[in-house]
């Protein structure tokens, strides 16, 4: 099955850990279904994606918690929010490079889960070949 990165990625609501998991296992059901070129294509695009992301405009965005802390993002939670950006869809990360502040959205801690998207097609290449993905 080939398969564009945007149609396995999907639309998803990401707002709290609550989206991030089902959001996360839809994309891994998508993965399943494509053949080991197209999981490779796939972990390429979403690299490609990730680096379109890495913005400074995006990086300087501070992390707000609770009782008026502020903090700025490392470089782990700039990288898992970038992840959660595009696990939202091809809209919202267009809009995102579009309009930095909307890029706040996606900072939030609730949403560092979605780190695990950058696991998905490396670990099913693994799964099925029994050899990690070059």
């Known amino acids: 099955m080939v398969a564009d990165f945007w149609s396995v990625i999907g639309t998803n609501a990401v707002t709290g850990r609550s989206d ?12 399943r279904a ?5 999981l490779v294509s796939f972990q390429g695009r979403l690299d490609q994606n990730l680096d379109a ?13 609770a009782e008026d802390l502020v903090l700025e993002q490392t470089a782990d939670h700039f990288l898992y929010a970038r992840c959660a950006c595009l696990l939202a869809g091809r809209e919202e990360a267009r809009a995102v490079l579009e309009e930095s502040e909307r890029f706040r959205d996606f900072v939030a801690p609730r949403l560092q889960s979605a780190e695990a998207l950058l696991y998905l097609a490396r670990t099913e290449y693994q799964k099925r070949t029994g050899q990690p993905m070059r």
């Open 34 to 38: 494509l053949d080991l070129p197209d």
């Open 53 to 65: 992301l890495d913005l400074i405009s995006l990086a300087s965005i501070q992390v707000e918690l």
């Open 20 to 31: 991030v998991e089902p959001a996360v296992e839809q994309v891994e059901r998508r993965l």
